[in-house]
Every structure is written in structure tokens, then in C-alpha cells.
């Protein structure tokens, strides 16, 4: 730049926009064939003393003969080259320059290099001395860089050299997606203009990315920005300093997948579930694929073989997951066998306990590959590059192994991905052995309660039955809910269910304990009412036994049940309940009712005697029992339940096992959250013709006319085989109320599915089976009633008690 007066002029101070900087064109030879006035004002020569001379012959060099061709050697392979050089002032000053040298070619095709140098110790807010510039460049810890507004780098230090991979004098003049294209270089220069724009630093901005000096491989900077001034506050440019804090990032990503995994891994007890909850918390962000292979024992809930026991142990696929949808890079589909040989990694890796790193797959050399053609395949087809095996090792038992690719993310796995590795695995093996010793339990008790559930069900013909029993699905285990159908004398059927607190083996243990003392009471022919005041006290004395093992004793106590019976003769329903839902009952038409009978305590309080209640039912009603796991759904209200579960029964004519499948759908849409036992019983009623009575006097000589009334019943019915038996066990009863009792005497012939013979009175006295002597001339009758009959009973009623014995149908199987 000339002035009017043809002096040269300072250009504007703006040491970082080379737009204004000093300016001179070098030939291929050397030589200095253009300056310019800035470049006049800033090393003090004239045109005339610098045109056709040497341009080193301008640098600070101790050799001054050294030939211009040295200097241009430096920039021939270069289209572009900077950095920092010493020049020698006309006044024999040492100046400490700023260089950008362009490479150019004029019409004639000759070469020609224009310099633009930038006087870095005249610039206010650069005025550093050069052995604190040469201090940066060589022996800072932390990259910095300069770059003009426009975001060109006029400066950089040998550490942000080495961080990049890129040479310097290719970087200087260049924005920053020109040498860094493994980092997102948008979003840092958008910081940057803010930076600029506001004058407020940005600190310790964290990005990841790759840099040339490690292409492809992802690592981590800490970067800080801030705006450089003038003293008269004109914007200069922005520097930045940075650092590589890869290690630091590494640490916290890992503790970060370490917590997610404790989160995620193992919310449940179900085996496959967690196999899978591993897979998903590694993907992506340590592998691109992974498989868990688990151990068929595991599955089972049995515990494995160890060490050389391993070979042979098939493995099956429990979990998988992939950056790609649908897992394509795996051959076997989940809960399939793998194909895993006693030389795979698999293997080698479940019988040594340790875990096995391959960083680059050599895919033409592994032998797990050769032996393995379809596995091949795959590696091939999605070119994965590195693979790990860990062993699911826990409280020293191998349950499985777990397998880390990678074919998507830069790098392969190091040591430290290992290190991650088996810690995450370490983490989930401990959740799958429990979810293995729980499903072992849970088998065990599953398999208790189903073995003490009744196995077939039958209402004779007094009743059509069907049930359902769902266990739960929750961590504790299965609970104790149960039910049963009992047939009782003269042709009645009794109905139970009860629940049991608390869940697992104990709890099923105690529902069989209940469901034995409650088959033993009603072989009583005990009233319901009296049925469960002897039920709780038996309670109450297992409470106070178990006392020293409070898991059993809070499991007795508090338990409920309802216990129904059911007369097809009359078609009424005896009921009561301690503690326990109330039945439904539906009438033919559909319509649905809740018995209206007294809740009565639970089992093991002793607080209040129990109540029955007692209902005359239509021909083809339907009484619905069921545990409180049915209608306590999803934390409604216990009434709202109810409502569900009345419009669910409201389907007349509907076959009993639809019904319950019905049910069990509307009010149980997913997996329960408690056990739930349902029974269904729809009512009938015996016919006259099936059925008989005669009251008799209180006279011996009515002996012989029953043994004649009943002669003639069985030969209408059909039944003159029995004849002889029946007269016997008649004569035997009815001479028994005659001499011991008092009152009306009452004879019953029944004809159900089997052949009931009952003999009332109104006494209350105890009939007690004797072996008679030899010597002696009666007491025998009681005792051949017991030997002539399949089974023979004493039912008490309010007003007496009866005497009954039953027989075998001819051509009908015993029972």
C-alpha cells in the first residue's frame, strides 16, 4: 500500500487476517520477483533492494550463503505450507514472523509462491517473547490454536499437532473440516462464532470423535474456548485449548453402563428375561451384536455340571440383541440350540472360567471359523472385526457365555473393553443364578402344589364341575390357593376353596396340610359352620407349634376358606366362610347374585364362632368359587372386581369350561399378580324316581315291614342283586333306632351313583362299632353293616341324627 506522498503506510493493525498482511511473490528459483509496500513497512527494504535477489538472503539464518533454492525445497511438495520464521529487519533486527506460503502458476506454467508474513511480536495482544511461543510448540500438555475471525488457524502447538495426526504447515490458513474429518467440526465452529460474537469463553466442552492420528478410533477432548482481543477491544480471533481426556471419558462411560446394567439387569426372576435385559444394556454402546448362551440345567432351574463335566452340555440361545433390526448377523433364532463344539470358545471359555479376546478376526485362520461354515458366513457378510467371550461365572458355577462383536463401531475390543465386559457379566451372572435357585423353587413348589391339588374332579350327579388354577408369575413364588370337591353321604356334595398366606414351598406345604384337615372333617359330615370352627382351632394349634419358625406360623395364620354343601335331594346349599370372598351364584336366566352369608374371621384368630347359611338353589344355578386373586386385579377396588366378575358369569347355558375360560379372560388380561383358583358348579337335582323314603313307628315289629318296603324299591329300581345285602343292613338299622333311639324313625333308599341306604331318628346317640365275643348274643349288627357295605357313617342333623351305608352299583366301577 503506497500513500499519496508515495510513503509507505502501516497497514491496520489485524494480525490474524492475512487479507492485510505483508505480501511478496518468490519464482521456482528463489528469487524475489514482487513485494509490496506492507512488506516494505515491515522488513525496512525498499523495492529496488529486494526484486531479482535471493529471497533467503531475508531470513535470520546463521548461514548466509545458504542458496535460495534450500528455502523452496521446503515448499515444493506443498500447495500450501505455514508456520513460524525468523527474518532479519534492514536494521539487523531479529523479527519473529507469521508465514502462509500459496503455491502458484502463471500463463506461462512457470511456478511462483506468494508469502504473506504477519509480524507476530507488533501485534499488542500478541506480544509474547519467541521463547515462550517456542515453550508452547514444543512442551505444553495442552493443544491450543489461534484462528482468525473467519476461522482460519494461524497458529497451533506441537501437541495439537499430534492430537490431530495432521503436519502443521497443512492445518495454518485451513479451516478446521479441512484436516479433521473424524470430529463434528460444524457444531465446534458454531461455538466458536458464538464465542466471538459474545466474548463469553466456552469451558471444558466434551466431544468425541477421531482424529487422523488414530483414524477410526473414537476418543475424547476437553476443549475451552475464548475470544482474543486488542487492547482497544477489536476482535483478533478466538483460540482454544484442548486436551485428551479419552482415559477420564473411557472411566465414566464405563461406571455409566456399570449403573444402567445394575438398574436394568435382573428386575425379574425369570432367567430368559434377564439373559436379555444383559444383551440390550451392551448394545451399542460396547458391542454391535451380543448373544447370551445359557446352559440347558440353567433353564431348568438345575445346577450345572462344572469343569470337563461342560463338554457336551448343550447350549441354548436365552438372549440376543443387535444395532441392526431383527439380529440378522445370528444363525439360531432365541430358545434354540447353538452349535458349539468342545474346541469353540464357548466351551474353552466355560471350562478354563476365563475369558478369551480376539481383536481382529483373521476369519481365513480361527479354528472356531473352519469347523463353523454358516458362523463363517456371517462374520463375512457383516465384516465383523473383533469378538470377545466372557464366561457367566457365579459363586463359582458357569451358567453360560456371553459373546461381544463388533462390526459397526470404529476400533476393536481392548483390554479394557474386556475388563468392562466381565464386569457386566459378573453383575448379570449373579442375577441369573438367582433367577435359577428361584426357578428351582418355584418348580418345587409349583410341582407340591399341583400334586396336592385334586388331579380329576367329579360332582357325581348331584353336580357339573370345572376349575381353573393360574399360579403367579410375581419374584415370590407360587402361593397356597386351593379348592376341592368332596363327596359327602346320601348323595351331597361338598365344595371348598381356600387361600393361604404368604408364597413358595411353605406356603404350599401349609395348603396341603389344610386341604388333608379339611378332606378328614368333612368325612365327619361335620356342618360347614362346625366344619371351620374345628378347622381354626386346628389352626391355632399349628400356630402355637410353629411358633419357633415364624414363616410357617404367619402362613397358617390368617389363612381363609369357604366350605359349601351341596343336597341335590332338597337343592339346598349349606354354606359358611371364614375370612373368604362370597360365592356367586347365577340362575338359569343369567342373573348373578353374591351370597349374602357372614364373613366369619379368618383361620387362626379365634376371635368369633362362624355362621352358615343355607339357600334353596333352581335346578341348573351355577355357584361360583374363587380365591381373591380373581377380582383384587391391578389395585381396584375389591367391589369392582366383583362387578367384573358377575357381568363375566352372566352367560346362561354356557358349557362350565367355556365359562371359566371366559371369566379367567375379562378379569385377567395378563399374567396374575397373586395365585387364582377358580371353581364353577352347576346345580342338579335327583328325581323322585331316584329316591324313596318311609316313616316308620317306633314298634319292633316295623323290622320286617321295612325289610319288605325295601325288597319291593329294589326290585322297581332293578336292583334285586343288592336285595338280599339291603334287607340285612335294613333289619340291622332300623332294629338299632328301634332299641337305642327315641323318636320318629325314618328309611331312605337312594339310587345316585350309588346305592345309599339311611335310617333317621331323633337321638343323638353315638353308634360305636363292637367285636362281639363269641360267647356273646348281639352287638354284631353295626359290624356287619361295615362288612357287607362299601362305607357306612353317622350324619347329625338339628333335630337328630341318621345312620346311612352305601353299595356298589352292580355294573357300575367302584369309585
Known amino acids: 500500500m503506497v500513500t499519496p506522498e508515495g510513503s509507505a503506510a502501516a497497514p491496520a493493525e489485524a494480525p490474524f487476517d492475512l487479507a492485510y498482511a505483508a505480501s511478496a511473490l518468490i519464482d521456482d528459483k528463489g528469487t524475489i520477483v514482487g513485494w509490496t509496500a506492507a512488506a516494505e513497512h515491515l522488513l525496512g527494504y525498499p523495492a529496488a533492494e529486494t526484486l531479482h535477489r535471493a529471497a533467503a538472503l531475508l531470513l535470520a539464518s546463521p548461514d548466509q550463503s545458504a542458496e535460495a533454492a534450500d528455502v523452496v525445497a521446503q515448499w515444493r511438495d506443498q500447495d500450501i505450507w505455514g508456520g513460524l520464521v525468523a527474518a532479519r529487519h534492514r536494521d539487523g533486527r531479529r523479527i519473529q514472523l507469521g508465514l502462509r506460503v500459496s503455491a502458484l502458476t502463471d500463463s506461462d506454467g512457470r511456478e511462483r509462491w506468494l508469502v504473506s508474513a504477519i509480524d507476530l511480536a507488533r501485534t499488542p495482544s500478541w506480544a509474547v517473547s519467541s521463547a515462550i511461543l517456542e515453550g508452547f510448540l514444543t512442551r505444553s500438555p495442552i493443544g491450543m490454536a489461534v484462528l ?17 495426526g495432521v503436519p502443521r504447515e497443512r492445518r495454518i490458513g485451513m479451516r478446521m473440516a479441512d484436516s479433521l474429518p473424524g470430529l463434528d467440526t460444524g457444531a465446534l465452529e458454531d461455538i466458536m462464532r458464538q464465542v466471538l460474537l459474545t466474548g463469553e469463553p466456552v469451558i471444558d466442552h466434551e466431544y468425541q470423535g477421531w482424529t487422523l492420528a488414530a483414524p477410526y478410533r473414537e476418543r475424547s477432548f476437553s476443549t475451552s474456548f475464548y475470544r482474543l482481543d486488542d487492547p482497544e477491544g477489536r476482535v483478533m480471533g ?97 430358545g434354540e440350540r447353538i452349535n458349539a463344539g468342545d474346541t469353540s470358545p464357548h466351551v474353552r471359555c466355560m471350562i478354563s472360567g476365563r475369558s478369551e479376546l480376539e481383536p481382529d478376526i483373521a476369519i481365513d485362520r480361527a479354528s472356531w471359523l473352519t469347523d463353523d461354515p454358516a458362523r463363517a458366513a456371517k462374520i463375512r457378510e457383516f465384516a465383523m472385526r473383533s469378538v470377545m467371550w466372557v464366561p457367566l461365572l457365579a459363586r463359582g458355577t458357569v451358567l453360560g457365555v456371553v459373546t461381544f462383536l463388533r462390526h459397526r463401531r470404529p476400533g476393536s475390543f481392548e483390554r479394557d473393553d474386556l475388563l ?100 378328614t372333617l368333612a368325612d365327619m ?85 362362624f355362621e352358615s347359611a343355607e339357600l334353596e338353589l333352581a335346578e341348573g344355578s351355577v355357584v361360583a368359587l374363587y380365591t381373591d386373586g380373581l377380582i383384587e386385579t391391578f389395585g381396584e377396588d375389591v367391589d369392582v372386581g366383583l362387578d367384573r366378575l358377575a357381568h363375566a358369569l352372566a352367560r346362561p347355558g354356557l358349557p362350565l369350561q367355556d365359562l371359566c375360560t371366559a371369566v379367567l379372560d375379562t378379569l385377567l388380561p395378563g399374567p396374575p399378580a397373586d395365585d387364582v383358583a377358580l371353581l364353577l358348579a352347576r346345580t342338579c337335582a335327583l328325581t323322585p324316581d331316584r329316591f324313596v323314603s318311609w316313616d316308620l313307628p317306633v314298634d319292633p315289629a316295623v323290622v320286617s315291614e321295612a325289610r319288605a318296603l325295601a325288597g319291593r324299591q329294589l326290585a322297581e329300581w332293578g336292583l334285586e342283586e343288592l336285595r338280599t345285602t339291603t334287607e340285612l343292613v335294613v333289619s340291622e338299622l332300623v332294629t338299632n333306632a328301634i332299641r337305642h333311639a327315641s323318636g320318629p324313625i325314618r328309611l331312605r333308599l337312594i339310587r345316585q351313583s350309588v346305592f345309599i341306604c339311611e335310617v333317621y331318628d331323633g337321638s343323638n346317640t353315638v353308634p360305636r362299632l363292637r367285636h362281639a365275643r363269641t360267647t356273646d348274643e348281639g352287638g354284631r349288627g353295626l359290624f356287619l353293616v361295615a362288612q ?10 338339628a333335630d337328630g341324627k341318621l345312620i346311612w351305608a352305601e353299595q356298589e352299583l352292580p355294573g357300575v366301577p367302584p369309585r
Open 238 to 334: 478466538v483460540c482454544y485449548m484442548g486436551m485428551d481426556v479419552t482415559d477420564r471419558w473411557r472411566a465414566r462411560a464405563r461406571l455409566a453402563l456399570l449403573n444402567e446394567a445394575g438398574a436394568c439387569v435382573g428386575s425379574t426372576l425369570d432367567i430368559t428375561r434377564t439373559a436379555q435385559e444383559l444383551a440390550d444394556v451392551a448394545v451399542p454402546r460396547l458391542a454391535d451384536f451380543v448373544t447370551v448362551d445359557l446352559l440347558e440345567p440353567v433353564l431348568r432351574g438345575d445346577e450345572p455340571p462344572t469343569g470337563e463335566a461342560l463338554r457336551g452340555v448343550p447350549l441354548r440361545r436365552s438372549g440376543m440383541r443387535s444395532v441392526h433390526r431383527g439380529t440378522p448377523e445370528s444363525i439360531v433364532a432365541l
Open 148 to 164: 482468525t475471525p473467519d476461522l482460519r488457524y494461524v497458529w497451533l502447538n506441537d501437541t495439537l499437532e499430534r492430537f490431530g
Open 788 to 797: 357287607l357295605t362299601r362305607r357306612w357313617g353317622t350324619r347329625y342333623t
Open 420 to 519: 468392562l465386559a466381565e464386569e457386566l457379566a459378573a453383575r448379570a451372572a449373579v442375577c441369573l443364578d438367582n433367577a435359577r435357585r428361584w426357578t428351582r423353587e418355584h418348580e418345587a413348589a409349583l410341582t407340591l402344589q399341583r400334586s396336592l391339588l385334586p388331579h380329576a374332579l367329579t360332582g357325581g350327579t348331584a353336580l357339573e364341575v370345572a376349575s381353573r388354577y393360574l399360579p403367579t408369575d410375581i419374584r415370590d413364588g407360587v402361593g397356597g390357593d386351593w379348592f376341592d370337591v368332596i363327596p359327602l353321604s346320601g348323595a351331597r356334595i361338598a365344595l371348598v376353596v381356600g387361600d393361604v398366606v404368604g408364597h413358595g414351598l411353605t406356603a404350599a406345604a401349609t395348603m396341603g396340610r389344610l386341604r388333608t384337615a379339611v378332606h
Open 525 to 609: 359330615d361335620l356342618p360347614p359352620d362346625e366344619l371351620l370352627a374345628h378347622l381354626d382351632d386346628l389352626v391355632i394349634r399349628l400356630t402355637e407349634e410353629e411358633s419357633a419358625d415364624e414363616s410357617v406360623a404367619t402362613t397358617v395364620t390368617g389363612a381363609t376358606c369357604l366350605y359349601a354343601v351341596y343336597d341335590p335331594v332338597t337343592r339346598r346349599l349349606t354354606m359358611a366362610r371364614a375370612g373368604h370372598p362370597p360365592p356367586a351364584l347365577v340362575d338359569p336366566s343369567g342373573r348373578v347374585t353374591f351370597a349374602e352369608l357372614p364373613a366369619g374371621p379368618p383361620l387362626g384368630l379365634g376371635a368369633m364362632p
